[in-house]
């Protein structure tokens, strides 16, 4: 049962490990970049379960609460998360102007232009 | 879709609601959940859907490419130049306990200035990613 | 505002020149923004090395919390000394671009330009200076996404592919680095580097900061284009615009290099990295993999840029090997080699610079008979290479010099035969350059080109002289790698 109580670790792989292999196999330039997403939200849940006290209200003060959970993971993470927004509209800025470029959005096209050469 | 009525007068009795919980966000931050991250992306939703229903070009009648830029530039320089004035007034970097005459006011003051400067910011952004990837086709 | 101020200011300036540079709008007026918040930076770098080496480390509390709980800046020797060659290459570069840009950026970008220069010189000092280890996430995220926007500025459309790739893989590297920091506060509840360098040591069996360790190498290691991770890197130095890429060469990796040995030596401890972990095995066979692959492949490239670009990822090796020899000479060495790299590599992508502005591009073709038309240009390149290739009198000798002399004290033979070997296959990689433009005359005689202008070549030589002089003058720079060497090692700061 021990495995499965860390299922939130499991989470976390199977999300990264999809993330990851959709940015080495998928020869389209979008589809990386929803990889490189689905890459960085499989970090975002390990922080945030990561601040999960058991038992733990949520971190705002009331007189009745005693045990809070920890905020600070989820503070880190949505700096994260705005690095990740940030990173996805450059992405696919880069993308709109290389389909501009090229023609094409898809890896092998791009490559074989740039050969032709 | 402006053609459709239902999409039109929705949108329209929705937006101002969007843009008030935006500043209930944005304001109400130093008392609970809320901040300038999470008010300024909700403020860019109006104008995205405003956006979505009503063509990108009605968005940039309302706030124009300049101005947005202007903004981004502005709420940083808010934040960074809240820390140079702590700084000014003998603090550290970002040290609100200077700002007003006792520190809890100073910390109020300050974290209200941050955050302001987090909001416009970020709102003026997302508002910019949604122009510059959805404008591509006017 | 008094000298306690200088680790904040070091940040901040650039931070807040930037979005003025973007309301500025004028090419002209955001590049003198520039220049002299950039030579402002150099000032408050050498004052604060100046202060460090006198008073020791240096700590600077933002908000007034107090570390572990609030963010800190943590300035000493090391990085100190790093903050001093960013801040000089940057200036340097941005003397250069107020023509060099002007060449291949539209005049509509240019502001944006600067901005993007800002904001990454604002990444790469907020790396350096800081110690706490998410904010080192953040920034090294802004110095990021601003250099794929500076690699992707660039005139030829491959510029946009290199940037793509680059981002790509920078972000998988950024993240792993993300995953690691989250597991060491995982397992240790703080996130201050000075703080879990105390907290660790009782910690060296933890599966989990072994998995951090491990993620964090591998995350650097994409940063700096550690061999095999380097795919990204001679390309997007190749297609960027040449003021991009002789920023980026002599600074984005020199940080990340520094970031390593920060992690490495003061955070994890040496004795974890090197007895614990089988680091040092790894670190050498990658560094010499780097040396020799890198200067093998940059014998067979056409373009300069991309010759240089490789011949960046076998520096890299070098400065690898100089880590794993886990000696206070070997991080000597290293710590030299940041300085003498940066000062080689961007004085030869700055004369290359001149040469393609004048001779039409970075093909090894179209430098034919350069040496008669730009001779001083010329000049500045052979010089540079000299130092490339380790020529005694020159500044890369000092730091191969160092590097071998660690390398006899550990009494790695085979590294030794690496180190040669390397440094013949840079003096066949540079003379077919020397050879192409000294001994070749040029496609078209009639073409008449000159030397270019002085306000470029002025920036050139400076690089160059400075070649020269730390090759001659060798106390300044090696003393402060070694006291900072030694510091990394737990001696006195």
């Given at each position: 049962?021990?495995?499965?109580a860390?299922?939130?670790?499991?989470?976390?792989?199977?999300?990264?490990m999809?993330?990851f292999?959709?940015?080495?196999a998928?020869?389209?330039?979008?589809?990386?970049?929803?990889?490189?997403?689905?890459?960085?939200?499989?970090?975002f849940?390990l922080?945030?379960?990561?601040?999960k006290?058991?038992?733990?209200?949520?971190?705002?003060?009331?007189?009745?609460?005693?045990?809070?959970?920890?905020?600070?993971?989820?503070?880190?993470?949505?700096?994260?998360?705005?690095?990740?927004?940030?990173?996805?509209?450059?992405?696919?800025?880069?993308?709109?102007?290389?389909?501009?470029?090229?023609?094409?959005?898809?890896?092998?096209?791009?490559?074989?232009?740039?050969?032709?050469? | 879709?402006?053609?459709?009525?239902?999409?039109?007068?929705?949108?329209?009795?929705?937006?101002?609601i969007?843009?008030?919980?935006?500043?209930?966000?944005?304001?109400?931050?130093?008392?609970?959940?809320?901040?300038?991250?999470q008010?300024?992306?909700?403020?860019?939703?109006?104008?995205?859907?405003?956006?979505?229903?009503?063509?990108?070009?009605?968005?940039?009648?309302?706030?124009?490419p300049?101005?947005?830029?202007?903004?981004?530039?502005?709420?940083?320089?808010?934040?960074?130049?809240?820390g140079?004035?702590?700084?000014?007034?003998?603090?550290?970097?970002?040290?609100?306990?200077?700002?007003?005459?006792?520190?809890?006011?100073?910390?109020?003051?300050?974290?209200?200035?941050?955050?302001?400067?987090?909001?416009?910011?970020?709102?003026?952004?997302m508002i910019?990613?949604?122009l510059?990837?959805?404008?591509?086709?006017? | 505002?008094?000298?306690?101020?200088l680790?904040?200011?070091?940040?901040?300036?650039?931070?807040?020149?930037?979005?003025?540079?973007?309301?500025?709008?004028?090419?002209?007026?955001?590049?003198?923004?520039?220049?002299?918040?950039?030579?402002?930076?150099?000032i408050?770098?050498?004052?604060?090395?100046r202060?460090?080496?006198?008073?020791?480390?240096?700590?600077?509390?933002?908000?007034?919390?107090?570390?572990?709980?609030?963010?800190?800046?943590?300035?000493?020797?090391?990085?100190?000394?790093?903050?001093?060659?960013?801040?000089?290459?940057?200036?340097?570069?941005?003397?250069?671009?107020?023509?060099?840009?002007?060449?291949e950026?539209?005049?509509?970008?240019?502001?944006?330009?600067?901005?993007?220069?800002?904001?990454?010189?604002?990444?790469?000092?907020?790396?350096?200076?800081?110690?706490?280890?998410?904010?080192?996430?953040?920034?090294?995220?802004?110095?990021?996404?601003?250099?794929?926007?500076?690699?992707?500025?660039?005139?030829?459309?491959?510029?946009?592919?290199?940037?793509?790739?680059?981002?790509?893989?920078?972000t998988?590297?950024?993240?792993?680095?993300?995953?690691?920091?989250?597991?060491?506060?995982?397992?240790?509840?703080?996130?201050?580097?000075?703080?879990l360098a105390?907290?660790?040591?009782?910690?060296?069996?933890?599966r989990?900061?072994?998995?951090?360790?491990?993620?964090?190498?591998v995350?650097?290691?994409?940063?700096?284009?550690?061999?095999?991770?380097?795919?990204?890197?001679?390309?997007a130095?190749?297609?960027?615009?040449?003021?991009?890429?002789?920023?980026?060469?002599?600074?984005?990796?020199?940080v990340?290099?520094?970031?390593?040995?920060?992690?490495?030596?003061?955070?994890?401890?040496?004795?974890?990295?090197f007895?614990?972990?089988?680091?040092q095995?790894?670190?050498?066979?990658?560094?010499?993999?780097?040396?020799?692959?890198?200067?093998?492949?940059?014998?067979?490239q056409?373009?300069?840029?991309?010759m240089?670009?490789?011949?960046?990822?076998?520096?890299?090796?070098y400065?690898?090997?100089?880590?794993?020899?886990?000696?206070?000479?070997?991080l000597?060495?290293?710590?030299?080699?940041?300085?003498?790299?940066?000062?080689?590599?961007g004085?030869?992508?700055?004369?290359?610079?001149?040469?393609?502005?004048?001779?039409?591009?970075?093909?090894?073709?179209?430098?034919?008979?350069?040496?008669?038309?730009?001779?001083?240009?010329?000049?500045?390149?052979?010089?540079?290479?000299?130092?490339?290739?380790?020529?005694?009198?020159?500044a890369?000798?000092?730091?191969?010099?160092?590097?071998?002399?660690?390398?006899?004290?550990?009494?790695?033979?085979?590294?030794?035969?690496v180190?040669?070997?390397?440094?013949?296959?840079?003096v066949a990689?540079?003379?077919?350059?020397?050879?192409?433009?000294?001994?070749?005359?040029?496609?078209?005689?009639?073409?008449?080109?000159?030397?270019t202008?002085?306000?470029?070549?002025?920036?050139?030589?400076?690089?160059?002289?400075?070649?020269?002089?730390?090759?001659?003058?060798?106390?300044?720079?090696?003393?402060?790698?070694?006291?900072?060497?030694?510091?990394?090692?737990?001696?006195p700061?």
């Amino acid at each position: 049962m021990e495995v499965l109580a860390l299922y939130n670790y499991w989470v976390v792989i199977f999300l990264m490990m999809t993330g990851f292999y959709v940015v080495i196999a998928s020869g389209n330039l979008v589809k990386k970049i929803i990889g490189i997403n689905l890459f960085q939200a499989s970090v975002f849940i390990l922080y945030i379960s990561m601040g999960k006290v058991s038992g733990g209200a949520a971190p705002i003060l009331r007189e009745t609460i005693q045990t809070y959970s920890n905020p600070l993971p989820h503070v880190l993470i949505l700096t994260a998360i705005v690095v990740g927004v940030a990173t996805t509209a450059l992405g696919l800025a880069l993308v709109v102007r290389i389909k501009e470029a090229y023609g094409t959005a898809e890896e092998d096209d791009i490559h074989r232009q740039d050969e032709s050469l | 879709m402006k053609d459709i009525p239902v999409l039109r007068v929705v949108t329209k009795i929705t937006i101002p609601i969007i843009l008030l919980f935006a500043m209930y966000v944005q304001f109400h931050g130093d008392y609970g959940p809320g901040g300038g991250f999470q008010a300024g992306v909700i403020f860019a939703a109006a104008f995205i859907l405003y956006g979505l229903v009503f063509g990108t070009s009605a968005v940039r009648q309302v706030v124009s490419p300049g101005i947005l830029r202007l903004l981004t530039a502005l709420g940083l320089l808010l934040f960074a130049g809240v820390g140079i004035l702590t700084m000014l007034l003998g603090g550290d970097y970002l040290d609100y306990n200077t700002l007003g005459q006792d520190p809890l006011h100073g910390q109020h003051l300050g974290i209200f200035l941050v955050e302001l400067g987090v909001g416009i910011t970020v709102a003026a952004v997302m508002i910019i990613f949604f122009l510059a990837f959805a404008g591509r086709r006017d | 505002m008094t000298l306690a101020q200088l680790p904040a200011l070091q940040v901040i300036l650039p931070l807040i020149a930037a979005p003025l540079c973007l309301l500025l709008r004028s090419g002209r007026l955001a590049w003198l923004l520039s220049i002299l918040v950039s030579a402002t930076a150099l000032i408050i770098a050498v004052l604060l090395l100046r202060l460090v080496l006198e008073n020791g480390t240096v700590i600077y509390t933002y908000g007034g919390w107090a570390a572990p709980w609030g963010i800190e800046y943590r300035v000493d020797i090391a990085n100190a000394f790093v903050l001093a060659i960013v801040t000089s290459i940057s200036t340097v570069v941005l003397l250069f671009s107020r023509v060099g840009a002007s060449w291949e950026i539209k005049s509509s970008e240019q502001s944006l330009f600067y901005t993007a220069y800002l904001l990454c010189l604002t990444g790469l000092l907020g790396m350096t200076v800081t110690g706490d280890a998410f904010n080192l996430f953040v920034f090294l995220e802004i110095s990021s996404l601003s250099s794929y926007v500076l690699i992707a500025m660039g005139p030829d459309r491959r510029g946009l592919t290199a940037a793509y790739q680059y981002l790509i893989m920078g972000t998988i590297g950024a993240t792993f680095i993300l995953i690691a920091v989250g597991l060491l506060y995982m397992v240790t509840g703080t996130l201050n580097m000075a703080d879990l360098a105390n907290l660790l040591p009782a910690l060296e069996q933890s599966r989990t900061v072994r998995v951090a360790f491990a993620f964090l190498t591998v995350g650097i290691g994409l940063k700096l284009a550690m061999f095999p991770l380097h795919l990204w890197l001679p390309n997007a130095y190749a297609y960027a615009p040449h003021v991009v890429s002789a920023f980026l060469a002599a600074t984005a990796t020199k940080v990340a290099v520094y970031v390593l040995v920060r992690f490495i030596y003061d955070v994890f401890g040496s004795s974890f990295a090197f007895d614990s972990m089988p680091l040092q095995s790894i670190l050498v066979v990658l560094g010499a993999a780097a040396v020799l692959s890198g200067s093998t492949v940059a014998i067979f490239q056409h373009n300069i840029k991309r010759m240089l670009g490789y011949s960046s990822v076998a520096q890299i090796g070098y400065m690898i090997l100089g880590i794993s020899l886990a000696s206070v000479s070997g991080l000597t060495a290293t710590l030299v080699h940041l300085l003498n790299h940066a000062l080689m590599k961007g004085g030869l992508f700055l004369a290359l610079a001149c040469m393609a502005f004048q001779l039409g591009g970075t093909r090894l073709v179209d430098l034919a008979g350069a040496g008669r038309r730009m001779p001083w240009t010329s000049a500045a390149f052979v010089v540079g290479g000299l130092s490339l290739i380790g020529v005694p009198l020159t500044a890369g000798f000092v730091s191969k010099w160092l590097l071998v002399v660690a390398v006899l004290e550990a009494g790695w033979w085979p590294v030794l035969i690496v180190i040669a070997v390397g440094s013949l296959l840079a003096v066949a990689y540079i003379w077919r350059v020397i050879e192409m433009i000294y001994f070749r005359s040029a496609t078209n005689p009639d073409e008449h080109s000159e030397e270019t202008h002085w306000s470029l070549l002025a920036p050139v030589w400076l690089l160059i002289v400075a070649n020269v002089y730390f090759g001659l003058h060798t106390q300044w720079s090696v003393g402060v790698a070694q006291r900072a060497a030694q510091m990394l090692f737990g001696g006195p700061g």
